[in-house]
């Protein structure tokens, strides 16, 4: 396991719960979030548990406030892991012809990508001495998988973030004299009990907590997995679905819909 990290989105949910299950003795933490409050609190209890901890509050969509904060951190001692986990979901409310909320949509895609591309650009542009062995972990959904009219924005940006992990790892691949190992790891959650979930109107199957989405994280950085995908169960499902006629899989799914109201 790696001994210094960086989490984006730290001061509540999965973020959280990865850095107080990582807290512990020779582990060095570098927490990132808007929340000052929150973070302080998240900070504090992986101090209590013996781990060394730097946290800044800000918003990781700002690359040169990121880089710089980054930058020092692994000056002190370099950097093993790097935890994209920063984002945000706002949903739809009922279709109607006028279309969804365009500026909301918008703005779920630039602040979800921003977020990734942020973290990910900071850590990989660290001089090679500081990086040597620089594990990429971007946390993701399943909605990457699955696009749904409940959150357009969201899952159009999972999706992107999918596809932008897939080619930075060609990039990587394709280097002739690689100076430095890039491994990224990609997670796709399920339904995680945290207080972006709170807001979901419709049934959240096989939902899990933090703590338990934080574990099942780590056991996959642990193991270098490429893809940590949980539940498998609801993953599955996904799967078929996308093979199925969409009038067919909105049938089937209408009972479970998230809308504020009727679906047809």
């Keep these: 396991m ?9 001061s509540r949910g999965i973020g959280a719960a990865l850095a107080e299950a990582m807290a512990a003795p020779g582990i060095a933490l570098l927490l990132l979030a808007r929340s000052e409050e929150n973070l302080h609190k998240v900070a ?5 548990k013996g781990a060394e901890v730097c946290w800044r509050a800000l918003d990781v969509r700002h690359r040169e406030a ?3 904060t980054v930058k020092a951190f692994a000056q002190a001692g370099g950097l093993q892991l790097l935890i994209a986990n920063a984002g945000t979901v706002l949903l739809e409310a009922t279709p109607t012809d006028r279309g969804p909320d365009w500026e909301r949509l918008e703005d779920q895609i630039h602040h ?13 542009s660290l001089p090679e001495d500081h990086r040597l062995r620089l594990h990429c972990v971007v946390v993701s959904s399943l909605n990457a998988f699955l696009a749904l009219g409940e959150a357009p924005g969201y899952c159009v940006a999972k999706a992107a973030q999918r596809s932008l992990v897939e080619a930075l790892e060609d990039f990587y691949a394709c280097r002739p004299a690689p100076e430095t190992d890039v491994f990224f790891s990609q997670v796709f959650p399920g339904f995680v009990a945290t207080a972006m979930a709170e807001g979901y109107p419709g049934p959240r199957p096989l939902e899990c907590s933090a703590e338990q989405a934080a574990q099942r994280i780590l056991r996959g950085v642990r193991a270098r997995r490429r893809i940590i995908l949980f539940p498998r169960r609801l993953a599955l499902l996904l799967w078929l679905g996308q093979r199925l006629p969409k009038p067919v899989l909105r049938w089937m799914m209408a009972p479970s819909r998230a809308y504020r109201g009727s679906w047809p």
């Design 112 to 124: 979800n990508l921003s977020c990734t591309l942020s973290l990910l650009q900071a850590g990989l």
């Design 2 to 10: 790696a001994q210094r990290v960086v989490i984006s989105g730290a």
């Design 66 to 68: 990121v880089a710089d």
């Design 44 to 48: 504090e209890r992986c101090r209590g």
